[in-house]
């Protein structure tokens, strides 16, 4: 799994797409269990935050969202924060 | 992974799991050892209550073990939540991170 498509430049200096860590790491399963790795991937809400924002491959975007929603049903991580 | 009621203390709990470890073997699974991360905090409430014993286990599933586990696993008072998720043949059995303990 590669590193993300080179964005086109948008009136500046070209955005450099950074790889996504699962795959540096050579990440097989995206655990549920890990909730401190997944937290890196939700908002201080508690929102799934963006691929844009990640910047993880779809694969593995995937893999983490389906993963942050097992862990929200086991109350490892919040639906929403601070209501 | 289930999450057992704060009420109980920790033999309880073991009784608890040894009982679905029956199940398991019962039904022509294979029951690994459970991995007890012990009493933490609930990130959210669940039936007005804030901590919960987590506890893991790995297994094997005979035929009828799933169908079995699940119904008994949902009438029993005192499993507050519980997943079965099928792990993937390369699941690496690596240390887990450090239950966040709960003075209660």
Redesign the interface.
């Known amino acids: 799994m590669g590193k993300r498509r080179e964005k086109p430049p948008r009136g500046g200096r070209p955005v450099k797409s950074k790889p996504c860590v699962f795959c540096k790491e050579d990440v ?2 995206v655990d ?5 790795v997944l937290r890196r991937f939700v908002s201080d809400r508690g929102k799934i935050r963006a691929r844009r924002v990640t910047s993880l491959c779809p694969q593995h975007q995937r893999e983490a969202a389906t993963s942050i929603k ?1 862990a ?8 929403v924060v601070g209501r | ?1 289930l ?1 057992v009621i704060p009420e109980l203390d920790e033999e309880q709990v073991g009784n608890t799991v040894g009982r679905f470890r029956t199940i398991i073997e019962r039904t022509g699974g294979e029951a690994g050892e459970p991995n007890h991360w012990g009493r933490r905090k ?3 409430e ?1 039936d007005h209550r804030t901590d ?1 014993f ?1 506890v ?1 286990m790995e297994f094997t599933a005979g035929e009828r073990t799933l169908v079995e586990l699940k119904r008994i696993l949902r009438v029993s008072d005192d499993v507050l ?1 519980h ?1 079965i ?1 099928k ?2 043949p ?3 059995h690596k240390p ?2 450090e239950p966040e303990e709960v003075t209660a």
């Open positions: 097989a399963y549920y269990k890990d909730y401190n097992r929200r049903e086991m109350a490892l991580l919040p639906y | 992974m999450i609930l990130a959210y669940i919960g987590y893991i939540r997943t998720v792990l993937p390369s699941y690496a887990l991170p």
